[in-house]
C-alpha cells in the first residue's frame, strides 16, 4: 500500500460547485497533514494545514479521520483560478528521529464555466 | 522577501557532465530538501538536511549529493549527468522536519 494515496482525477466541476477530494495515508502515527496547491509547471504551495478538529479557510475546509486514515478538501464555490493539482502531505517519521513529509501524487481540478 | 531562490531556472546538459543545481533561502530555516518531480510519479525526495552540517538520503539518492555548509546554502551535484535525471528539480526548506514545506521555483533540467 502507498504511504498516501489520492485520485488522480481529473475532476471535472462547473463554476460554483462544491468538490471535495480524499486522501488515504497508511502510517497510524502520522501527526502532521496539509494540503498543497500545484499549478502547471510551477512549485507546489501550501493551501493549509489540517488539524484534528478540522479547519476552515474561506471556501476551503479540511478534515482529519484518524480511525480511517484519510484527510480531506471540500471546496465551495468553486472559481475557476481553483483549477489545479492538489497535493496531500503527511508526516512520517524516520529511523533515527526526525520526520519527513511524504507527498501525494495530486488529485488534478479543472474548473470549468 | 526572497524566501527561497533556485539557479539556473532551466538547464540542457550532456550526458556525462557535472552539475550543480543552487538552493538559497533567506528564512533561517533548519531544514532543506530537495525534490525532483516526474509526470506520474508526483515529488519524490532526493536528500534531505535536517540542520546545518548533517545530510540524508531520500528515496531516490542514486546519482545525486549534497552537502549543507550553512543554514542558507544547499547545493545538489549531478557528478556524472545521465538521461534518466531529466527533470524537473525542486528544492524547500521547513522550520522543522515535521513543519510544512516552502519550495522554490524548481530548475528544469535536461540531459541529452
Known amino acids: 500500500r502507498k504511504e498516501v494515496e489520492q485520485d488522480p482525477g481529473p475532476f471535472n466541476v462547473p463554476e460554483g460547485a462544491t468538490v471535495a477530494f480524499n486522501c488515504t495515508y497508511s502510517?497510524?502515527?502520522?501527526?502532521?497533514f496539509f494540503w498543497y496547491r500545484q499549478d502547471c509547471r510551477k512549485e507546489p504551495k501550501l493551501l493549509m494545514s489540517?488539524?484534528?478538529s478540522g479547519n476552515e479557510d474561506g471556501r476551503f475546509t479540511a478534515q482529519l479521520n484518524r480511525a480511517s486514515q484519510y484527510i480531506s478538501l471540500l471546496i465551495r464555490d468553486s472559481k475557476l483560478s481553483d483549477s489545479a493539482t492538489y497535493l496531500c502531505?503527511?508526516?512520517?517519521?524516520?529511523?533515527?528521529?526526525?520526520?519527513?513529509?511524504?507527498f501525494g501524487t495530486g488529485t488534478q481540478l479543472k474548473v470549468e464555466l | 522577501t526572497a524566501g527561497i531562490t533556485q539557479a539556473p531556472t532551466s538547464q540542457i546538459l550532456a550526458a556525462g557532465r557535472s552539475m550543480t543545481l543552487r538552493c538559497t533561502q533567506d528564512?533561517?530555516?533548519?531544514?532543506m530538501y530537495w525534490y525532483r518531480q516526474d509526470l506520474g510519479l508526483g515529488l519524490r525526495l532526493i536528500h534531505y538536511?535536517?540542520?546545518?552540517?548533517?545530510?540524508g538520503k531520500g528515496e531516490v539518492p542514486d546519482g545525486y549529493s549534497v552537502s549543507r555548509a550553512n543554514t542558507d546554502d544547499f547545493p545538489l551535484t549531478l557528478a556524472s549527468a545521465v538521461p534518466s535525471q531529466t527533470s524537473v528539480y525542486f528544492c524547500?526548506?521547513?522550520?522543522?522536519?515535521?513543519?510544512?514545506?516552502?519550495f522554490g521555483d524548481g530548475t528544469r533540467l535536461s540531459i541529452l
Open positions: 502510517n497510524s502515527a502520522s501527526q502532521s
Open positions: 538536511s535536517n540542520t546545518a552540517g548533517t545530510t
Open positions: 524547500a526548506s521547513s522550520e522543522g522536519s515535521s513543519q510544512p514545506q516552502h
Open positions: 502531505v503527511v508526516n512520517k517519521e524516520v529511523t533515527g528521529g526526525g520526520n519527513k513529509l511524504t
Open positions: 489540517v488539524y484534528s
Open positions: 528564512m533561517r530555516h533548519n531544514a
